[in-house]
């Protein structure tokens, strides 16, 4: 360290240097190098974790592989065969279907009792924030105790939730395993998951908000409901906006609390794109990789094609 | 200040290349005088299991060290096929028997031939789920198979003779029986997975039916039967999500007369504090219905380099010798493979009998000549099963377009 600072200093008489423009090119190239190698590690681990990965999964889906070309290489190509039989699969309009539906009433309740709870706590009473972090829970536990524990409550023969209807004199609900009520009893679990996610944004959002606004609002005579209408909500739409996309984006993927509950079934009822591409790919003894990466790609793309909307809707509000 | 902050770039990249180089220098699998690794689905078998001991007696007797790692079985299945394809299989694998062709086919197993492996003791139907064209893959460590489990007060109550249990009539009118006296009838496992073919297929094979053709009208008869089952109450709604697990906990809630499940359940059975008997699966007019076996087999993963091939070899033939086959398959609660050793377990535990009678009539579920193309007819026999029970499809709806989707694949 002190022979660098005494030799740094030393420099420029040493070699006789005119003036700054020379300095400022020769240091040019170092500052370079100091930038790329601090881009270094984040660009080796996008390059590993996320290049990587995606561009196998590209090629899976793209070549004709059986178990013995997976494991010892020379899958033939198969151009956009996967995808085709993917398409023309009857499963696949099912998927697609229930996918959108798990995907937009989850998002739609999520954010709707989100918000709600959001505007509640917002209003500090005693013992609100205590409140406000047993409601964090759902958010806390792992999924597979979440998803086990709904399953149990929802069953059929001895779940509680069967109990407590037949108590009120309610038949039997085959939550779970009639077509009719498995998908239903899914989007639940998962709203009730996904709740506290909003929750914490939306209430931070609303922290945001400043108190001047809504105290001029009241001095006006605004009620609850306009005060809620005309400054509450459009002054939480960035943050709405943001908490719909991750929300979109994580409800799209969600498959354990499905697998865990109804493994998509019965017979399709509950399958979403997520549960088909494990399914083909892993939940056979007779793995078809090309067909499930095919179906993995697809729902990259419809985050993806999210995830540009939101952008584009950003940036206009943006220019505005 | 240019400097040091190069240094500090430097050292980011520095700490990179080491991490990239830490993740490349794990140690080689194949090493000559590394410890042997051997994979199994025992998860619940933990370190001071019987199971346990006798894989570190047989690496004793080896002459090396054996490093045991469990997955669940499906999971194992994965993990194989990726080992496999990065080249780092385990020396031996103790897989589940419906896999073992398929692996086989992708040429991940050497053949007992290769190996030197002697089978000859094997019970002949058992070893026939490990071979594929005719060759064998592996020796199976045991069996299991379905039965039915039943529970002696309910029936009681309910004024059953299990003795006129003899074919699928009677078994319904026992059933009405049952329900009648205010008690559940039976429970099974109807999954959409493997295990719900698995536990469809005595009642598919008892009806005569063949699995090259799930459309038939014997195939439609079994298929009714459950299905009839469900709409009159005998069995509960439950079962098209139950695995054999979940089913099983039905049955010790002690409300059911009938539970059709697996010789994995002994153990339990007798912990459950039920008094519990055990009836093979009857066929359509009588007999005993073919179950599907069940159980491992251990098998060796080809290697890159052989010279590990010959102590793999020995410690195949320990575990699966007719010294060590009664600790294991105590300890698994499995029947063994070798008619000898089945005598010992009977005449140590004669309830076991209707199990070792069960695993004899039992068939592979590669047999049917399908080897390979089991998992392509299972598949569609599973969604069948779930759409005709969860009343989508009719049966013969259900089984008619499996049966298309099964030509197709």
Same mark, same amino acid.
């Given at each position: 360290?002190?022979?660098?600072? *005494? ?22 190239? &170092? ?100 409140? *406000? ?8 536990? &792992? ?55 909003? $929750? ?5 959002? $609303? ?26 909500? &459009? ?84 220019? *505005? | 200040?240019?400097?040091? !902050? ?13 991490? %990239? ?6 140690? /080689?699998?194949?090493?000559?005088? #590394? ?26 007797? +080896? ?29 031996? @694998? ?37 071979? @594929? ?23 009681? #109550? ?95 809630? #002690? ?6 499940? #697996? ?21 359509? +007019? ?36 007719? /010294? ?11 029947? +063994? ?27 592979? !579920? ?9 998992? !392509?007819?299972?598949?569609? @026999?599973?969604? %069948? ?15 008619? /377009? ?8």
């Amino acid at each position: 360290m002190h022979a660098l600072e *005494r030799a740094a200093p030393a420099q420029p008489a040493d070699h006789d240097l005119p003036g700054g423009a020379k300095t400022a090119r020769r240091s040019g190239p &170092p500052r370079n190098l100091t930038a790329w190698a601090f881009l270094a590690p984040l660009v080796v681990y996008l390059l590993l974790f996320y290049v990587y990965p995606l561009y196998r999964n590209v090629d899976l889906s793209l070549r004709f592989y059986t178990v013995r070309s997976f494991i010892q290489g020379g899958a033939a190509f198969a151009g956009l065969d996967n995808y085709i039989a993917v398409f023309a699969d009857p499963t696949f309009f099912r998927a697609l279907g229930n996918t959108l539906v798990f995907t937009v009433v989850s998002l739609v309740f999520q954010y709707g009792l989100g918000l709600a709870l959001a505007v509640f706590f917002d209003r500090h009473f005693p013992l609100s924030a205590t409140l *406000r972090a047993l409601f964090l829970v759902p958010w806390l536990l &792992p999924l597979i105790v979440s998803a086990s524990t709904w399953a149990w409550m929802l069953n059929s023969e001895s779940g509680v939730v069967n109990a407590l209807l037949g108590a009120v004199g309610i038949d039997q609900v085959n939550w779970l395993t009639s077509p009719t009520w498995a998908l239903t009893s899914v989007i639940i679990a998962n709203v009730w998951i996904g709740v506290p996610f909003n $929750l914490v944004i939306l209430y931070s959002g $609303l922290r945001a908000i400043p108190p001047e606004v809504h105290e001029a609002a009241s001095l006006d005579g605004a009620s609850g409901w306009q005060r809620f209408r005309s400054i509450t909500f &459009p002054l939480l739409r960035p943050v709405s906006a943001i908490t719909l996309l991750l929300g979109l984006v994580y409800t799209l993927k969600v498959f354990d609390i499905i697998w865990i509950m109804t493994k998509g079934g019965p017979s399709g009822a509950s399958t979403t794109l997520a549960t088909w591409s494990y399914q083909l790919g892993f939940g056979s003894p007779v793995p078809r990789f090309g067909h499930g990466a095919a179906v993995g790609n697809l729902l990259i793309v419809l985050a993806l094609v999210a995830g540009l909307v939101h952008i584009r809707l950003q940036s206009r509000r943006e220019a *505005r | 200040m240019t400097r040091s !902050r190069l240094t500090a770039g430097l050292l980011a990249l520095a700490v990179t290349a080491s991490l %990239a180089a830490c993740s490349s220098s794990s140690p /080689e699998p194949g090493a000559a005088d #590394g410890p042997l690794t051997l994979w199994d689905p025992y998860p619940q078998l933990a370190a001071d299991s019987d199971w346990a001991k006798a894989i570190e007696a047989c690496g004793s007797a +080896s002459g090396v060290r054996i490093e045991r790692t469990s997955h669940d079985t499906t999971d194992l299945t994965n993990k194989v096929l990726l080992a496999a394809q990065q080249g780092a299989a385990p020396h031996v @694998l103790v897989v589940d028997n419906p896999v073992v062709s398929t692996l086989a086919e992708g040429g991940v197993l050497a053949t007992t031939e290769d190996l030197g492996l002697d089978t000859a003791a094997v019970e002949p139907n058992l070893l026939d789920a490990g071979k @594929l064209d005719g060759k064998t893959y592996g020796v199976p460590i045991g069996a299991n198979t379905l039965a039915l489990y039943y529970n002696k007060a309910v029936l009681t #109550g309910a004024g059953v003779d299990v003795a006129s249990i003899r074919d699928w009539a009677s078994l319904t009118a026992a059933l009405d029986k049952v329900k009648q006296s205010g008690k559940k009838g039976i429970t099974f496992s109807a999954v959409g997975t493997e295990e719900g073919s698995f536990q469809f297929l005595p009642w598919f094979w008892g009806s005569g039916a063949q699995l090259t053709d799930v459309a038939s009208a014997d195939a439609v008869s079994a298929l009714t039967l459950w299905k009839d089952w469900l709409d009159r109450g005998y069995a509960p709604n439950s079962v098209i999500g139950n695995t054999q697990t979940t089913s099983w906990q039905e049955f010790a809630t #002690g409300e059911y007369a009938f539970a059709e499940n #697996g010789t994995w359940q002994l153990a339990n059975a007798a912990k459950s504090g039920l008094d519990v008997g055990v009836l093979a699966i009857p066929g359509k +007019s009588g007999g005993t219905a073919p179950a599907p076996t069940g159980g491992e087999f251990v098998t060796v993963p080809v290697q890159a380099d052989k010279s590990r091939d010959a102590t793999a070899k020995a410690v195949v033939t320990c575990l699966t010798s007719a /010294e060590n086959a009664l600790t294991t398959d105590t300890a698994l609660s499995y029947v +063994s493979a070798l008619p000898e050793v089945q005598a010992k377990q009977v005449a140590a535990k004669p309830e076991l009998e209707v199990w070792v009678q069960a695993v004899k009539a039992a068939k592979g !579920r590669t047999g049917d000549n399908l080897g390979t193309k089991y998992p !392509r007819v299972s598949e569609p @026999l599973w969604n %069948a099963v779930q759409a005709a029970l969860a009343g989508t499809k009719s049966p013969q709806q259900a089984l008619t /377009e499996a049966q298309a989707a099964s030509a197709a694949k």
